[in-house]
């Protein structure tokens, strides 16, 4: 899902729910191309940023492609461009409306997660090293024992 013009909402709204947002926090490292080039701080608070409207443009034409099924919109001015691409309202709360994309596939996963070997050595490699110098250690003072 992406926010929309929620503002410090779209935080309490992250905590309370167990998916991540497309575009995750500032401080994570961006896994979408798009994202890193934009220099646009979060897909929520695009609009306040000169190419903002174009990335959000962007990102709800390839809607399918990163997987995106649910938009959330808190910005009155961002309906209209989020019912263009193709989505259906659902549900609206007060000033929040809810959006569905109608050809959602699964692929947000697929898309959002790319797997590196070195994520896996990051957990791996210093357990192994502590491993080897507590056996060493310990050999080392039995071997100087005799």
């Given at each position: 899902y992406i926010t929309l013009g929620l503002g410090t909402w779209s935080q309490e709204l992250s905590l309370k729910i167990t998916k991540p947002t497309l575009?995750?926090?500032y401080n994570t490292a961006r896994t979408l191309p798009i994202l890193v080039h934009s220099g646009v701080e979060s897909i929520d608070a695009a609009k306040a940023f000169p190419n903002g409207t174009f990335l959000i443009n962007v990102i709800l034409d390839q809607a399918e492609e990163y997987g995106i099924r649910w938009v959330i919109v808190g910005d009155k001015t961002?309906?209209?461009v989020v019912a263009e691409k193709g989505f259906r309202k659902v549900h609206e709360v007060d000033w929040v409306t809810i959006w569905e994309q109608e050809n959602y596939v699964k692929g947000f996963l697929r898309t959002y997660r790319?797997?590196?070997?070195?994520d896996l050595?990051?957990?791996i490699v210093p357990l192994t090293i502590l491993s080897l110098t507590?056996?060493?250690n310990i050999w080392y003072r039995l071997w100087r024992r005799k």
């Open positions: 575009d995750g926090g961002l309906e209209t790319v797997y590196d070997r070195r050595l990051w957990g507590v056996i060493l």
